[in-house]
């Protein structure tokens, strides 16, 4: 969607797609806006609790019932386990999607991660083709007057006929874009010791794990620390991300982390929307 500002100022109904890295401000600003009367759809949220729920559940599930006590309680119906995912804590999806490397130190084995990242892919365009339904959702039964879709930092990955037009149709794309070396080095660092889970597109995986394996000297990645990979991969993938969130902007606004910082209420917010749209 495009607008003036007095557009902007007129729409009644206002509906907002928040774009960028994991740790530009998106789930900060869509938290601050849920206190103010906004709809927050989260799309990690959406994935872990409805589309990646089961195999979550029986990831953990095999686990247990490697416990004898726990197997006991569990074939028994004694005890039932569910995820508790929140939007501010997505351990669970971080868990199931896990990171590549050594089992022995946590990793896993790279034929697993990569059926996990296709599910996690699927999962991630389900949830975005819901937010029509969400929208309006959000209106006629919780009687929200306005709408953020928070998506997950991974969206530019996707390469999904339609999924990105869907978005433009029913919404405002607000680009959160990291503009200088130091915010850069803070959202990296910010996410390397607080992860969140991550997609890879699959090209960019094998060609990033072979570069680190001859950089490493090792052999497999079977052999290798996931804690390190993925603390050594973060940075490459932020690069490569870049350009593909800045071809999406072209079709909404783009402001600069520095100024999403700077945010404090709904006031603040829709000021800065409208300097986005004036500036362009």
Known sequence: MKFTVQEFRNWKNKKITLLGMSGVGKTHISAMLRRQGWYHYSGDYRIGTRYLDES?????KA???????LSDLLRNDWIYIRNNIKISDLGPVLSYVGKLGNPELGGVPLEDFQRRQAEYRDAEIAAMRDVPAFIEKGQAIYGYPHFVNDVGGSLCELDEPGVIDLLVEHTLMLYIKVTDAEEEQK???RAQSDPKPLYYRPDFLLEQLAAYLEETGLSYAAEMDPDA???????RLFHSRVPRYEQIAEQGYTVTSREVAQVRDEQDFLALLETAIARQ
């Open 187 to 189: 959202l990296i660092a």
């Open 63 to 69: 686990q247990a019932m490697q416990v004898p006590f």
């Open 229 to 235: 990979f993925t603390r050594w991969v973060f940075p």
């Open 56 to 60: 979550i559940l029986d990831l953990i």
